[in-house]
């Protein structure tokens, strides 16, 4: 829990220092089931609004903690809700807003708001409009309840037909939207079989274009949180989450940052339903998840090569090999045009 809550520290440094604020390290940490708590690093002390909004301005937003100095508030919320906190410096006109990263459900994994990050023209990603997630296919009447709350207008699910069968997602009441193809279209074969490496990884340029001009049509077309997953919500979704990042303006570095937190985040327990390899007959699909939860498969490993390379630069080099740069691409293979390109900012950045 340490080492997690040291790289959460690390990467929040790296969204909320911009020129735009003053303030450092903000970031939220849940101590209990109702009970938050903000903290960062300032030079002057710091007022803090709360609010179950995450759009709501400053002035509606409800004022827990004066010209507080001591860099940590702690505040309850009622359980299952969730809260978007506002902080300003003395002497500074710019708001930063902060929220938890990953939802606490408790029967899922990888459940997180991409929120916050820094964005084009020193702007940030808007909290809680865009969600990462594993698959959901275990989730409990709570994390029904809490999900239900995030006001979710659509589901895109980057799993393949396969993987869907095996297990079917539990959010209700939100469009679903899925493109079809056979967990086969994964992996390499031959000397390219690497597991879960970026030879997988160079192939997802281009079995995910449908599903990134799927998601971006929904991002533009719809009012209303988005949501998209696959299995673990790290390999297919930490692409599909680098690319829309990169429209929105974020830098590589903070792009890779986030992907990375997945190996903290993950709860392999909570992805697939449990199956019976003596029930399974020839499923070969069923057969490979079913070997993904023996008790030494089950934690979550770096999704890095042996020399230290992100997995998913493989897929950045595979798109600036074919395309020339990850702009092209977009452009090209999911319909994001420049001007399109600029209204996706308009609408998640703040």
Not at 6 to 18: E, H, K, N, Q, W
Not at 98 to 123: H, K, M, Q, T, W
């Amino acid at each position: 829990m340490a080492n997690s809550l040291a790289s959460f520290a690390v990467l929040i440094g790296l969204v909320a220092a911009s020129p735009a604020h003053a303030l450092a390290d903000a970031r939220i940490e849940r101590i209990d089931g109702d009970t938050l708590v903000v903290r960062w690093s300032a030079q002057r002390p710091v007022d803090i609004r709360v609010s179950p909004a995450p759009d709501a301005p400053a002035d509606t937003s409800e004022l827990v903690s004066r010209a507080d100095a001591d860099g940590e508030h702690r505040f309850s919320v009622p359980a299952g809700e969730r809260r978007y906190v506002l902080l300003r410096e003395a002497g500074s006109r710019q708001w930063l807003r902060v929220a938890e990263r990953v939802l606490p459900l408790e029967a899922g994994s990888n459940f997180r708001d991409i929120g916050g990050y820094p964005g084009a023209d020193g702007r940030h990603v808007r909290w809680g409009l865009i969600y990462r997630s594993a698959g959901q296919p275990l989730l409990t009447p709570a994390d029904e309840a809490r999900l239900a709350r995030l006001n979710l207008a659509n589901l895109v699910d980057l799993r393949s037909v396969e993987e869907r069968r095996l297990a079917p997602t539990r959010i209700a009441q939100v469009r679903y939207n899925a493109i079809g193809y056979s967990m086969a279209a994964l992996m390499p074969t031959g000397a390219q079989a690497v597991r879960n490496g970026s030879s997988i990884y160079r192939g997802f340029p281009t079995l995910l274009a449908p599903h990134l001009r799927l998601v971006f049509d929904r991002l533009l077309g719809e009012r209303g949180a988005l949501a998209y997953n696959c299995s673990a919500g790290q390999d297919r979704t930490g692409f599909v989450t680098a690319m829309i990042l990169h429209a929105l303006g974020v830098s590589r570095e903070t792009i890779i940052a986030d992907y990375h937190l997945s190996t903290e985040y993950r709860r392999p327990q909570f992805e697939m339903p449990r199956l019976d390899p003596a029930k399974l007959g020839d499923d070969p699909v069923a057969r490979m998840f079913a070997a993904y939860q023996t008790p030494q498969a089950m934690t979550p490993t770096p999704l890095k090569d042996a020399d230290g390379t992100p997995f998913l630069a493989g897929a950045f080099a595979e798109i600036e090999a074919r395309y020339g740069s990850v702009d092209a691409y977009l452009e090209r293979e999911a319909g994001l045009s420049p001007a399109r390109r600029k209204a996706l900012q308009a609408a998640y950045l703040e």
